[in-house]
């Protein structure tokens, strides 16, 4: 991916939990890129936690910061950034990432996604306080509405079975 004299954005784009964050770190760090997340970006600049913003002022806001964020990223160069699981849903988004750099869809089932959710640490406000067969029912109704959106990626690969290295030499 990386070529001489070149700057590049490389986007990872997928539903929560699929392993962006993770995978784009040492995605960057093999690149000599820096690495960011849209959500961090949003939570370093306004101070509170993504599910903060969510229960204080809801989603669309959520989405409306996410906006923002990416006029910010416009100015970053060699970077690698995972993005919030529904960035690239919303807004035109999809295109303005196309548009600025390279985008990967990380593609993962819902069960591998509520399996990772399980053991996660971090809280998910979109999938907070339900049971086991509303995760499930949730999580594939919500993929499938994303999908024709992670779909627009440059690159598909699948992020379940595959270790990290296997995926960055993928990639």
């Known amino acids: 991916i990386r070529k001489i004299g070149c700057t590049m954005k490389i986007f990872l ?19 000599g890129y820096d ?4 959500d961090k970006m949003i939570e370093n600049k ?4 993504v599910e903060k913003i969510f229960e204080q002022y809801g989603e669309q806001t959520f989405r409306i910061l996410e906006k923002e964020i990416l006029k910010e990223i416009k100015s970053l ?10 960035l690239p849903c919303f807004g035109n988004n999809m295109n303005a990432l196309k548009q600025m750099g390279r985008t ?9 996604i509520i399996a990772r ?21 949730f ?14 990626a440059d690159i598909t690969i699948r992020s379940e079975s595959i270790d990290i290295a296997e995926i960055i030499a993928k990639i």
Not at 35 to 38: I, Q, R, Y
Not at 46 to 49: A, D, R
């Open 139 to 152: 999580v594939t109704k919500s993929l499938e509405e994303r999908e024709f959106f992670y779909q627009q």
């Open 35 to 38: 690495f960011s997340d849209t």
């Open 77 to 86: 160069d060699n970077i690698v950034i995972a993005t919030g699981g529904g």
């Open 46 to 49: 306004y101070h509170l936690s």
């Open 117 to 137: 959710h399980k053991i996660s640490k971090r809280p998910r406000p979109l999938l907070k306080g339900k049971d086991d067969e509303q995760l499930l029912d």
């Open 104 to 112: 990967i869809y990380l593609k993962m089932s819902p069960k591998s």
């Open 13 to 31: 784009v997928g539903y929560m939990l699929c392993g962006k964050s993770t995978i784009g770190r040492k995605l960057a760090k093999k690149l």
